[in-house]
């Protein structure tokens, strides 16, 4: 299968590049050869490369960043993957799309399914569920990825951040009212390889297997690196950040069980097997 990723610079993108190569023709794309928020030479491009499938990994990603730049956010998360979308449909591409647990407001208390009404709080939230919307509304083959709280070894993410605040710090404040699942891009890759082959188009949550709390990640992450540090749960109120998160955003992998796909792994082996990397 010919596969375009857009994004294949990115921290997943890099994953989904290695773990595709081996089945698909792949040609990638990066922020320096393909502008999403430019729509006719997004279209050109697509039209030119003629995908069976294009995997849209592309995204502006700075939760907090994005409740000042508005408009940056909205034109690559929302009218960029409308851009995208509308090129996959002049060549009848199938897309992969990926969406955040951000999309809820985490007031539900408990996993969210697929079918749960979507809520976002902040910015980054409401152009990723906004891009889901024009997905929706353009494409009849399409398969929309819910993850959560990425790390891998080609970005920034939390793994790192709390690894290099414990080089210069005996004291750490990590948020502990705040529940979802840590996400390998690797496991996510591995995910969207096998999803791609079952034409079982729609909306998905895929993410590792359990959750925590930031507080708890934290804990788990300095235990195996075995680095001993102060580390203080604090809440949301006292650990001031600009952009509004959802308390309880784990996301319950329901479409992926139902469609016969095994749990992926839980978030605490997949973290082991991230860190013997580093």
């Not at 793994?159 to 529940?179: G, R």
Request: net charge negative.
């Amino acid at each position: 299968m010919k596969v375009l990723i857009i994004g294949s610079e990115g921290m997943l993108g890099h994953d989904l590049v290695e773990v595709l190569s081996d089945e698909n023709e792949l040609i990638t794309t990066t922020i320096e050869t393909l502008d999403i928020t430019d729509i006719r030479n997004t279209i050109a491009t697509v039209e030119n490369i003629n995908p069976n499938l294009v995997i849209h990994a592309a995204a502006y990603t700075d939760v907090d960043g994005s409740e000042t730049n508005r408009d940056i956010t909205y034109s690559v998360n929302t009218l960029g993957t409308r851009n995208v979308a509308v090129a996959c449909e002049k060549v009848n591409s199938i897309m992969v799309y990926f969406s955040t647990d951000y999309v809820f407001d985490g007031n539900k208390g408990f996993s969210y399914y697929e079918y749960d009404k979507a809520n976002p709080l902040g910015v980054y939230g409401k152009t990723k569920y906004l891009g889901e919307v024009y997905i929706r509304d353009i494409l009849d083959k399409f398969y929309i990825v819910r993850t959560s709280w990425l790390y891998g070894y080609h970005g920034p993410n939390f793994v790192y951040t709390m690894l290099n605040l414990a080089k210069t710090k005996n004291n750490i404040s990590v948020v502990n009212d705040q529940i979802g699942s840590p996400t390998y891009t690797v496991d996510l890759a591995n995910a969207i390889a096998l999803l791609i082959k079952n034409p079982a188009y729609g909306i998905y949550h895929v993410t590792n297997s359990e959750h925590c709390s930031w507080y708890e990640f934290a804990q788990e992450i300095f235990e195996i690196a075995k680095i001993d540090v102060d580390l203080k749960p604090v809440t949301t109120e006292e650990l001031v950040r600009p952009a509004p998160r959802p308390r309880y955003s784990v996301l319950e992998n329901y479409n992926w069980r139902m469609e016969g796909f095994s749990p992926l792994r839980s978030y605490k082996k997949a973290l082991r097997s991230f860190m013997q990397l580093l």
